[in-house]
């Protein structure tokens, strides 16, 4: 009674490790899971799993766990695909000399190089695959598949108490490498996923800069302002982090924000943008237009949905005098507000044809000035902290 009763515990404790696989999105992670819970479960003296290697397409040997002197350094052991232990479960000898898939013990291979029914080519094999085997100081190794692709191996150790696995513990074994192979699979596949999405976020952002520089270069009195004024919101925004919860996807809208603030710019004539003196009041309308401008330029791109308000909104006015749509307060949006005193700021600490540039302390003491009116007072203070440094 108390042997099927511990029996039943181990199959559990072993289904309820494989459902928490899938949840595992990290490779590397989930291998580790599966070896020191095979060490702690099984009682194995030691296991490590041969893992395939897509980029070099060879299987390594990934992780180890057991006692001292039985670890195998990770990443020491290669194994191509005409490795006799690879090419046995490849080309599926498993099943031709076994008539099944499974788990391959090393006692069962020394039997079967016994058997003088095989080919010469077969125990050939058998004897190569007991030298891997050997070299490993595995007592058994098991296959992980998913489909017909051979994803890894599982080499086990002999048990704590020298004894020979029981049928049940290898049927479980079998059992256990398929839910072992579609957990690796759900994490190499999210793995491949996660580092897509950083290759096209890095592209996205080379051609954001790029953008950028191609709007700063067609003004030719304000060269370095978009740089700048990025610089002095992702700073302004910092200090806000004190107040308000701004989070990394906030200050990731608010980078590209910045950035393309200006963008709607490129609609706008080179004649208006460079001019020295003051503009007439059509001029200005222009001008004024590049708000929406950039709106237009922009709104086809899904990504940009959350940066889009601080490319629209960053020449409105906490008092509602403001353009394009005159929104007043808290109305305007967190990602305007801190783009707006960050554009206003670097206009000021700027050399233009009509004026000399403000010091810092001079712009930042102006800024002051006009909290409550042209900008909220919370943002104000931020940037008082963040913009003398």
């Known amino acids: 009674m108390n042997k099927k009763t511990r029996v039943l515990d181990y199959k559990k404790e072993l289904e309820s490790a494989a459902k928490s696989m899938i949840l595992i999105h990290d490779p590397q992670i989930l291998i580790k899971m599966i070896v020191r819970m095979i060490v702690q479960k099984v009682g194995v003296k030691h296991t490590g799993i041969l893992l395939y290697d897509k980029e070099k397409n060879t299987y390594i040997f990934?992780?180890?766990?057991?006692a001292a002197g039985l670890k195998v350094p990770a990443g020491l052991a290669r194994m191509d695909m005409d490795n006799p232990l690879i090419r046995f479960f490849t080309e599926r000898y498993d099943k031709k000399i076994f008539g099944a898939e499974g788990v391959l013990e090393a006692k069962r291979i020394s039997l079967e190089l016994k058997n003088k029914k095989h080919k010469p080519a077969i125990l050939t094999l058998l004897n190569k695959v007991s030298y891997q085997l050997e070299m490993f100081e595995a007592a058994a190794c098991v296959p992980s598949f998913f489909r017909d692709n051979l994803l890894g191996i599982l080499l086990l150790g002999e048990k704590k108490d020298n004894s020979r696995f029981k049928d049940d513990e290898l049927n479980f074994f079998t059992a256990l490498a398929s839910d072992?192979?579609?957990?690796?699979?759900?994490?190499?596949?999210?793995?491949?996923?996660?580092?897509?999405?950083?290759?096209?976020?890095?592209?996205?952002?080379?051609?954001?800069?790029?953008?950028?520089?191609?709007?700063?270069?067609?003004?030719?009195?304000?060269?370095?302002?978009?740089?700048?004024v990025t610089n002095y919101s992702l700073a302004i925004a910092e200090r806000l982090k004190k107040h308000k919860k701004i989070n990394d996807?906030?200050?990731?809208?608010?980078h590209i924000a910045s950035l393309l603030h200006d963008i709607g710019k490129i609609g706008t004539p080179e004649r208006i943008l460079n001019k020295s003196s003051e503009l007439t009041i059509g001029e200005r309308k222009?001008?004024?237009?590049?708000?929406?401008t950039?709106?237009?330029?922009?709104?086809?791109?899904?990504?940009?949905?959350?940066?889009?308000?601080?490319?629209?909104?960053?020449?409105?006015?906490?008092?509602?005098?403001?353009?394009?749509?005159?929104?007043k307060g808290k109305e305007i949006p967190l990602i305007a507000s801190i783009i707006a005193v960050a554009d206003t700021f670097d206009a000021m600490t700027t050399n233009r044809p009509y004026r000399k540039a403000l010091s810092k302390e001079q712009a930042v003491s102006e800024l002051k000035r006009c909290s409550g009116a042209q900008f909220d007072p919370e943002i104000i203070k931020a940037a008082q902290e963040a913009l003398v440094e």
């Open 62 to 66: 990934t992780v180890s766990r057991g």
């Open 180 to 228: 072992v192979a579609m957990a690796i699979r759900n994490a190499q596949l999210f793995a491949e996923l996660e580092e897509e999405l950083a290759k096209r976020k890095s592209l996205f952002m080379h051609t954001t800069i790029a953008m950028a520089a191609a709007i700063d270069a067609k003004d030719h009195y304000t060269h370095g302002h978009i740089s700048r």
């Open 249 to 254: 996807e906030f200050m990731e809208n608010l």
């Open 286 to 292: 222009v001008i004024q237009e590049h708000p929406l």
């Open 294 to 327: 950039g709106v237009t330029i922009l709104q086809s791109i899904k990504e940009l949905n959350e940066a889009i308000p601080g490319v629209k909104y960053h020449h409105e006015r906490y008092d509602g005098k403001g353009y394009p749509e005159g929104l």
